[in-house]
């Protein structure tokens, strides 16, 4: 059996030192989707300053329900010192943050966990994101429009309920695809980032299958050349990430994953969080907390 | 080696096994990794507390169990990590070294499937600047070893004996709330060589999901901890302390400890020190806030030192 690398993991959170802030949030805006889902803004600036497209935060839902819930980081505004988050109302904890009014403030620890690093070598980007698996490609699509560096991302999300946004139509066109198959995220529109959306529900404007799927037909698109330079990013259910892993297999490209498991310290402590990754060694059982929670999709064991 | 810094209020300093600590509180074995992590808190700091105890340590390294190994329950969490650790080698002799003792005191947590198992892990630990050894016959989440020898006395004061055979530097055993008779195995404990009892590890429970009717946690069982099992944890320090408290052994109180009215509740059962776990999870500042409300109340109360709260319960 393969030891983890403790050592790194020691040394990690000693250069890590302070870098995760506990801080009173107060909710300044909440936009309300079908289905139960949740946009909210949260007033945290050293939150905000720090934070990275898949880092997330832990936040407490109530005084009532104690242990926090993690929540990726969909948006932050290092200026004005807010984050956004993304979250259906499933469970006791997220019921109780669903019903939270403007004005609430909820303790959170963060940002929180070792993000997507994009690999300048690979500058075509896929971003895929599942239900409420999107945050984290938001950011990222975010993040890399506003670099120097010169990404090509494009974004396909999947949903089988109602998305978290109200999609319209795209002015951004994507010719690999039927021109029926126009709808978007309008935010990333607005940040010049072309998106597609797939679902099974017949939603107007969508993909009439999975995200995967059409991922894989937007991969079909490129020559050989274009996929040497691509990689796949993804944040969904463990059956999509499963999916990406497996055509990110198929066409040898990289495939960066964020997973997620029920969690109780979230800084490294408890190791309640853990997944099975393959090391160059054996098998590993690392924290989706802090080693992760992204990971390489090839070492992931589904 | 170990020189503690007066970072808490003097009255908080507390004396336990001949080591001073600079606050009655430790932090529990499987709550805090190898000490490190919760230092990438800002404003946390283990020098808030008397003592951190690592990560339960095995003779080998091991993966633990499947997921999910966590859940949260009314008032409390289950969990089932299953002593994930990288083997007594690794944490000795790469672990060990950046830790910095002068923040605080580091006790080890053995574990083991034999009790030659716990021997050898305590005998490594006995060559090492660890300030004490806490042996966990109780752990409720591995097949073999832990609670298969802490819910027998006379296993138990095996278990404790071999290791006592091993090594001069305190031993502290860990209790399982999971027996019959705590009394027994304490009194039995303490005459196998234990210098201080902790009192208790989780108590065993279960959760089900009902929508695939399969248990949450991957162990089909977990330990519970936090607020909702206070009440027992209380009950069997008083009881311990019974049988602790006319021979001097000092215990760690623990079990659902989440503010300073808690730890002077378990103060006063007879717990020389309290240990706080799930509360870190809770709220990564607790300990400062149980340090500052324990120094109010001794102010309030114009007592000197955290002692003179110990075992002091009027019946």
Same mark, same amino acid.
């Given at each position: 059996?393969?030891?983890?690398?403790?050592?790194?993991?020691?040394?990690?959170?000693?250069?890590?030192?302070?870098?995760?802030?506990?801080?009173?949030?107060?909710?300044?805006?909440?936009?309300?989707?079908?289905?139960?889902?949740?946009?909210?803004?949260?007033?945290?600036?050293?939150?905000?300053?720090?934070?990275?497209?898949?880092?997330?935060?832990?936040?407490?839902?109530?005084?009532?329900? *104690?242990?926090?819930?993690?929540?990726?980081?969909?948006?932050?505004?290092?200026?004005?010192?807010?984050?956004?988050?993304?979250?259906?109302?499933?469970?006791?904890?997220?019921?109780?943050?669903?019903?939270?009014?403007?004005?609430?403030?909820?303790?959170?620890?963060?940002?929180?966990?070792?993000?997507?690093?994009?690999?300048?070598?690979?500058?075509?980007?896929?971003?895929?994101?599942?239900?409420?698996?999107?945050?984290?490609?938001?950011?990222?699509?975010?993040?890399?429009?506003?670099?120097?560096?010169?990404?090509?991302?494009?974004?396909?999300?999947?949903?089988?309920? *109602?998305?978290?946004?109200?999609?319209?139509?795209?002015?951004?066109?994507?010719?690999?695809?039927?021109?029926?198959?126009?709808?978007?995220?309008?935010?990333?529109?607005?940040?010049?980032?072309?998106?597609?959306?797939?679902?099974?529900?017949?939603?107007?404007?969508?993909?009439?299958?999975?995200?995967?799927?059409?991922?894989?037909?937007?991969?079909?698109?490129?020559?050989?050349?274009?996929?040497?330079?691509?990689?796949?990013?993804?944040?969904? *259910?463990?059956?999509?990430?499963?999916?990406?892993?497996?055509?990110?297999?198929?066409?040898?490209? *990289?495939?960066?994953?964020?997973?997620?498991?029920?969690?109780?310290?979230?800084?490294?402590?408890?190791?309640?969080?853990?997944?099975?990754?393959?090391?160059?060694?054996?098998?590993?059982?690392?924290?989706?907390?802090?080693?992760?929670?992204?990971?390489?999709?090839?070492?992931?064991?589904? | 080696?170990?020189?503690?810094?007066?970072?808490?209020?003097?009255?908080?300093?507390?004396?336990?096994?001949?080591?001073?600590?600079?606050?009655?509180?430790?932090?529990?074995?499987?709550? $805090?990794?190898?000490?490190?992590?919760?230092?990438? $808190?800002?404003?946390?700091?283990?020098?808030?507390?008397?003592?951190? $105890?690592?990560?339960?340590?095995?003779?080998?390294?091991?993966?633990?169990?499947?997921?999910?190994?966590?859940?949260?329950?009314?008032?409390?969490?289950?969990?089932?990590?299953?002593?994930?650790?990288?083997?007594?080698?690794?944490?000795?002799?790469?672990?060990?070294?950046?830790?910095?003792?002068?923040?605080?005191?580091?006790?080890?947590?053995?574990?083991? /499937?034999?009790?030659?198992?716990?021997?050898?892990?305590?005998?490594?630990?006995?060559?090492?600047?660890?300030?004490?050894?806490?042996?966990?016959?109780?752990?409720?989440?591995?097949?073999?070893?832990? $609670?298969?020898?802490?819910?027998?006395?006379?296993?138990?004061?095996?278990?404790?004996?071999?290791?006592?055979?091993?090594?001069?530097?305190?031993?502290?055993?860990?209790?399982?709330?999971?027996?019959?008779?705590?009394?027994?195995?304490?009194?039995?404990?303490?005459?196998?060589?234990?210098?201080?009892?902790?009192?208790?590890?989780?108590?065993?429970?279960?959760?089900?999901?009902?929508?695939?009717?399969?248990?949450?946690?991957?162990?089909?069982?977990?330990?519970? /901890?936090?607020?909702?099992?206070?009440?027992?944890?209380?009950?069997?320090?008083?009881?311990?302390?019974?049988?602790?408290?006319?021979?001097?052994?000092?215990?760690?109180?623990?079990?659902?400890?989440? /503010?300073?009215?808690?730890?002077?509740?378990?103060?006063?059962?007879?717990?020389?020190?309290?240990?706080?776990?799930?509360?870190?999870?809770?709220?990564?500042?607790?300990?400062?806030?149980?340090?500052?409300?324990?120094?109010?109340?001794?102010?309030?109360?114009?007592?000197?030192?955290?002692?003179?709260?110990?075992?002091?319960?009027?019946?």
């Amino acid at each position: 059996m393969a030891v983890a690398d403790i050592e790194d993991r020691i040394a990690h959170a000693q250069r890590h030192r302070s870098s995760i802030f506990l801080e009173d949030a107060e909710l300044v805006s909440v936009e309300k989707f079908p289905a139960e889902q949740f946009i909210m803004r949260l007033r945290a600036p050293r939150c905000a300053e720090r934070a990275s497209p898949g880092s997330f935060v832990h936040i407490q839902c109530s005084e009532q329900i *104690p242990m926090r819930r993690p929540l990726s980081i969909m948006r932050a505004s290092k200026n004005d010192g807010w984050i956004e988050v993304l979250f259906k109302s499933l469970g006791e904890g997220l019921r109780a943050l669903g019903s939270a009014e403007i004005g609430d403030v909820f303790s959170i620890i963060g940002p929180i966990g070792k993000g997507f690093v994009p690999d300048q070598q690979r500058p075509n980007t896929v971003l895929i994101g599942g239900g409420v698996g999107i945050p984290p490609m938001v950011f990222l699509a975010e993040s890399m429009q506003s670099e120097d560096f010169d990404w090509n991302p494009i974004v396909l999300m999947g949903s089988e309920i *109602p998305f978290p946004f109200d999609a319209a139509e795209s002015k951004i066109p994507c010719d690999w695809l039927n021109a029926d198959i126009n709808h978007t995220m309008p935010l990333l529109d607005r940040w010049n980032v072309p998106a597609r959306l797939a679902s099974l529900a017949g939603f107007d404007g969508c993909f009439n299958g999975y995200v995967t799927d059409l991922s894989k037909m937007y991969l079909e698109s490129l020559t050989e050349e274009q996929r040497q330079q691509t990689e796949l990013y993804a944040c969904g *259910p463990t059956i999509m990430l499963q999916a990406v892993a497996k055509l990110a297999e198929g066409y040898s490209i *990289p495939a960066q994953v964020s997973l997620e498991e029920y969690m109780a310290c979230a800084v490294g402590g408890c190791a309640g969080c853990t997944v099975e990754i393959q090391s160059d060694d054996g098998p590993t059982m690392q924290r989706v907390c802090v080693d992760g929670p992204v990971f390489e999709a090839s070492r992931v064991v589904f | 080696m170990a020189v503690t810094l007066p970072v808490t209020p003097a009255p908080l300093n507390t004396d336990f096994c001949g080591l001073t600590l600079n606050s009655p509180i430790v932090l529990l074995s499987g709550c $805090v990794g190898f000490g490190e992590e919760y230092t990438r $808190v800002d404003g946390f700091s283990n020098a808030d507390v008397g003592a951190v $105890v690592l990560k339960g340590t095995t003779r080998e390294s091991r993966l633990g169990n499947q997921p999910h190994r966590v859940y949260e329950t009314p008032a409390g969490m289950l969990n089932a990590i299953g002593l994930q650790n990288p083997g007594m080698d690794r944490v000795v002799d790469h672990i060990l070294p950046g830790l910095d003792f002068a923040e605080t005191r580091f006790f080890a947590n053995v574990c083991g /499937s034999t009790i030659d198992d716990y021997a050898a892990v305590t005998k490594r630990f006995d060559d090492s600047p660890i300030d004490a050894i806490e042996i966990n016959i109780s752990c409720p989440n591995i097949k073999q070893g832990g $609670v298969s020898f802490g819910n027998y006395p006379d296993m138990s004061a095996k278990v404790v004996a071999a290791c006592r055979a091993q090594t001069s530097k305190p031993i502290i055993a860990k209790l399982s709330p999971n027996q019959t008779d705590i009394q027994e195995n304490a009194r039995l404990c303490i005459e196998a060589g234990a210098d201080a009892l902790a009192v208790i590890n989780t108590v065993m429970g279960m959760a089900i999901d009902t929508e695939n009717r399969r248990p949450v946690i991957g162990n089909v069982r977990g330990g519970l /901890s936090g607020p909702a099992i206070k009440p027992i944890a209380l009950l069997k320090v008083h009881q311990v302390y019974e049988i602790a408290g006319p021979r001097n052994i000092p215990i760690i109180g623990q079990g659902g400890i989440v /503010s300073a009215r808690d730890a002077i509740e378990f103060l006063l059962a007879g717990a020389t020190t309290v240990g706080v776990g799930t509360a870190l999870f809770y709220d990564p500042m607790a300990c400062k806030k149980i340090n500052t409300g324990l120094a109010d109340y001794l102010k309030v109360r114009q007592l000197q030192s955290v002692s003179q709260l110990v075992g002091a319960l009027q019946l």
